[in-house]
């Protein structure tokens, strides 16, 4: 199969990296993207966003010339559409927005020659394999004649480049013989365990593995506004029950981000309302621990003003959805600043990860003195457990929502 040129469609945070993986392992990969600066910077060797290793793997397929970049999708056998799949707000519940696939569908339709693999990893509602088979065949391909398939990204921002070969992989075809065409194209480069089966299954798959994860994660975020009212240390509550051999309670953070576990349930919310009130009430939960973030900083800053007579400054710590990553989609922390500068707060921000924001001010670690300062700590980088945060406490007021001083 190394013969084959594979077309990926969309180079960010999954495609990206899951092109230049290929590129390693000795196909002709094309890339494109509608964003001309991602395209130049790969064509230079360069990335884009910040990954643990995807740059040393970007510069070598680059200079061997298995990777080019386009800003228009080009001819291959094989195309991997990893573009965005929001969703779209409404008054009751958030709607999902699969244009951006089905846009990238009917931009390769021109393209496809029999025996071509077309295959979505971006996360998507169930039924969305199906409808990229709708548009091709609108666009008048005969699709008995190409292999359409789901296989979605299963990858911890950090680690992709490890987890994209380790993982275990599901493939879910439209049809038997298009899974079993792209399982065999998959097993060529990943080491974990390839599964095989139908669409809309693998679609299913990824939207529950996702809402599981939020689930757990709005027990802690609802257990840590309990214990802040009852006087309890959340972090060592949580230490001493999962001694517990079959308790593994997850950390409880400023709500939860990133472009799948803070998405993803809403799409099975959306298709079936009736019977996910457990997904809705977790996703709930989870959207108003940011809130109850937000109040607390504020009600510390108010405090501040109302005994010192001075208005403080507010120092977010970190504004990535997780630790050690650049990655700022549906990012609690990123809220928090924001929602606080709207409110007329002096807002600074300290992330690691970015050289610039264009609406919040960025300071460094260094710049942080003891001094009369709302200190939020939002995320867990490891500049902040390194830099031992309980040594500016000075007359700093330190709010804690990640466990971060748990870690000392």
Known sequence: MKNLTISVIGLGYIGLPTAALLASNGYSVIGMDVSEHAVSTINQGKIHIVEPDLGAFVRSAVSAGRLKAFTKPQRGDVYMICVPTPFHESKEIPQPNIDYVLNATKSIAALLKPADLIILESTSPVGTTEKIQDVLRNEGVDVDKVFIAYCPERVLPGK???EIVENDRIVGGITPEATKAVAAFYRTFVRGSVLEVDAKTAEMCKLTENSFRDVNIAFANEL??????????????????NRHPRVNILHP???VGGHCIAVDPWF???????????IRTAREVNDHKTDWVIEKIK????????????????VCLGLAFKANIDDLRESPALSVAKNLISQGYDVEAIEPNLDYHPEITLISLEQLKKQDHIVAILVNHREFIEHDLAKIRGSNILLDFCGALAKH
């Open 160 to 162: 992709i480049m490890t």
């Open 224 to 241: 840590s506004i309990i214990c802040e009212n009852e006087g309890i240390n959340v972090w060592e509550l949580i230490q001493l029950a």
């Open 253 to 255: 953070g400023a709500g």
């Open 268 to 278: 099975i919310i959306a298709r079936d309302q009736a019977n996910s009130q457990l």
């Open 299 to 314: 009600s510390a800053a108010d405090d501040f003003l109302t005994q010192s007579g001075a208005k403080p400054k507010i």
